[in-house]
Structure formats: C-alpha cells, structure tokens
T-cell receptor
Framework: NAGVMQNPRHLVRRRGQEARLRCSPMKGHSHVYWYRQLPEEGLKFMVYLQKENIIDESGMPKERFSAEFPKEGPSILRIQQVVRGDSAAYFC????FGQGTSPPEQYFGPGTRLTVT | DAKTTQPTSMDCAEGRAANLPCNHSTISGNEYVYWYRQIHSQGPQYIIHGLKNNETNEMASLIITEDRKSSTLILPHATLRDTAVYYCIVRASSNTGKLIFGQGTTLQVKP
C-alpha cells in the first residue's frame, strides 16, 4: 500500500513565477491536509480538503495561495507570483474518513522543498 | 484543543528506553493525546494515540496518567534512527481537521 506521494520533491522557481505542488493521498483516504514548514520553524497548518470541497482554509495566506482536491487526480497547492518568503517545505497529509470515536490519524508525505530565487 | 507542554530537548543512550513527557493539564474529557515525530527534513510520522488507557503498538507505548493531565511516550529500546523531534498533540474527538504542532521535544539518541 503506497503511502502519501508528493511531487516534485524539489522545486526551484524565480520570483514572480507560479509553483504547483501535487499530493496523492494514500489509497482509501478521502481527506487531504497541507502544512508548511519555513526554515528553522515548526509545521503550520494551511488547508484541509475533501474531494471537491475546502473544509478549512484558516491557515492559508489570503493572497496568491490556493488549493484544490478534484474528484479525479491529486490535490494541488498552487502559489502564484512566488516570493522569496515562500521558500519552505510543503507537506501533504491524508486521512481516512473519521468513523470511530477518535480523530483519524494523518499520514504525511515526504514533502516538496520549494526554493524561490 | 488543549495546550501541551514538552521539554525542549532530551538525550538518551542507544538501547535504553526513551521516556518523553507531555503535560496537558487543561485536557477535557473528549480529547485524545496523539504523538508524532519528525526525523530531520522528513514528513512527520504518526506514532500512537490514546484517550485514557495505556496504549502500545510496534513503535511505542503511551502511558496516560489517571487524571489525564500528563502522558509519557516510551520508546523501549531507542536506536540512533529514533533521533527526531517528537510532538505531543491533543485533539478533540470532533476535530477531524488540522494538527497544531508545538515546538516538540528534540530527542538525541547517543551511541
């Protein structure tokens, strides 16, 4: 059973370009989460999606960032007009639908390291 | 979700048990204790979770005090590969969304 997959693993963009980060959840998982880790900082939640729905985007910057999880295909985190401050590791996690009494555990991918030059 | 407090760093000798404490004195009845770790530059890894009973899996054991105000993650035989930042996170049963990561405990396993 393959884990959460993210691609690309490393992405270099010049200032002003667009970055597209992809995440394929684990088989059977219908929930996707994106987190960002700035250099030497902790992980920060960005957005939580289910198929075709954004459930919680409270951690997303107001401008330039968007996320989607279409009916078919991977989840995409899109950053328009990147700036140097966007350089970070972006992690995707997935979980099953919560049917039990405890919140479902999240399984993380290896991350995409974005470098803006 | 309740706030957690963890020591900033700990050392452990290889082969010995690593006991990582977490304080969550404001935890409420429907909140679970989750543990994750992040080995350098990798994605966080789920370890274990529990409500009030002690839990054990192939990776670790979780001991939760009777009043639920604190817990301890135990790695029974630490190896060098267990060197990582360990995060204790409290989540309500209704919280199917975001994980809120604190600073965690940096565990250094030494030969």
């Amino acid at each position: 059973n393959a884990g959460v997959m993210q691609n690309p693993r490393h992405l270099v963009r010049r200032r002003g370009q667009e970055a597209r980060l992809r995440c394929s959840p684990m088989k059977g998982h219908s929930h996707v989460y994106w987190y960002r880790q700035l250099p030497e900082e902790g992980l920060k939640f960005m957005v939580y999606l289910q198929k075709e729905n954004i459930i919680d985007e409270s951690g997303m910057p107001k401008e330039r960032f968007s996320a989607e999880f279409p009916k078919e295909g991977p989840s995409i985190l899109r950053i328009q007009q990147v700036v140097r401050g966007d350089s970070a590791a972006y992690f995707c996690a997935s979980s099953r639908f919560g049917q039990g009494t405890s919140p479902p555990e999240q399984y993380f991918g290896p991350g995409t390291r974005l470098t803006v030059t | 979700d309740a706030k957690t407090t963890q020591p900033t760093s700990m050392d452990c000798a290889e082969g010995r048990a690593a006991n990582l404490p977490c304080n969550h004195s404001t935890i409420s009845g429907n909140e679970y204790v989750y543990w994750y770790r992040q080995i350098h530059s990798q994605g966080p890894q789920y370890i274990i979770h529990g409500l009030k009973n002690n839990e054990t899996n192939e990776m670790a054991s979780l001991i939760i005090t009777e009043d639920r105000k604190s817990s301890t993650l135990i790695l029974p035989h630490a190896t060098l590969r267990d060197t990582a930042v360990y995060y204790c996170i409290v989540r309500a049963s209704s919280n199917t969304g975001k994980l809120i990561f604190g600073q965690g405990t940096t565990l250094q396993v030494k030969p």
